[in-house]
């Protein structure tokens, strides 16, 4: 069964600590691997899409990396407002997501 | 343009009741996504259409649920005889053509049954 795991499920930052999140995913026939954010009370907003190993993107303080078997989300001197949970979805060639859990990210003043 | 949008925010029912959810997508997106989000978890993929048919309904989890699309663009969540399990946010998103395009999403229904 495809799976995707995130880690950690929650973390919590001073302002301006650098830090990363994790998803692993099943490694066979990955179509793409997307980023989304969510806050509460709120649906998913679109991130990042990563579609190859070795590809990057970038948007402020955000940076998604992806390997054969995982992908990174690095947030680098994080704000307050970059609190939200952070999910990952994958999709194996069927138009359907499957998403992980999420990584609920604190960022305190 | 405006995203997609769900209608209503929030629903109430008892258990064993009939609720319809709607979804709006953005216009000119063919398809159109259902996936249900408990507390604490990532969503779950429910049902996809690409036009006016479901291309793949492995998500719904028993024939309580069922949705349609008749014309093409706004889509109803339909659940028959409610339990408390059905608890959840249900999200709409959509896409340009239903292949890897991105899936935009909408606020969700908060459904509880109580």
């Known amino acids: 069964e495809d799976q995707v795991t995130q880690s950690p499920e929650a973390l919590r930052l001073q302002e301006g600590e650098s830090s990363s999140l994790n998803c692993s995913y099943t490694?066979?026939?990955?179509?793409?691997l997307f980023w989304y954010r969510q806050d509460p009370g709120k649906g998913p907003e679109f991130l990042f899409t990563?579609?190859?190993a070795g590809e990057e993107k970038e948007k402020e303080r955000l940076k998604a990396t992806l390997t054969k078997k995982e992908s990174f989300l690095h947030i680098t001197a994080p704000k307050p407002e970059d609190s939200a949970t952070y999910l990952c979805?994958?999709?194996?060639?069927?138009?359907?997501?499957?998403f992980g859990q999420g990584t609920r990210l604190t960022i305190n003043p | 343009g405006a995203g997609v949008s769900q209608t209503p925010s929030n629903k109430v029912t008892e258990k064993g009741k009939y609720v319809e959810l709607r979804c709006d997508p953005i216009?000119?997106?063919?398809?159109l996504y259902w996936y249900r989000q408990s507390l604490g978890q990532g969503p779950e993929f429910l049902i996809y259409?690409?036009?006016?048919?479901?291309?793949?309904d492995s998500g719904l989890p028993n024939d309580r649920f069922f949705a349609v699309r008749p014309e093409g663009s706004v889509s109803t969540l339909k659940i028959q005889r409610t339990e408390r399990g059905d608890s959840a946010v249900y999200l709409c998103?959509?896409?340009?053509?239903?292949?890897?395009?991105?899936?935009?999403f909408g606020p969700g229904t908060r459904l509880l049954v109580l």
């Open positions: 998103a959509s896409s340009e053509a239903g292949g890897m395009e991105t899936q935009y």
């Open positions: 490694v066979s026939g990955l179509r793409g």
């Open positions: 990563l579609y190859s």
């Open positions: 979805a994958v999709s194996w060639g069927a138009q359907k997501l499957v």
């Open positions: 216009s000119g997106h063919t398809a």
């Open positions: 259409f690409q036009g006016t048919g479901a291309a793949d």
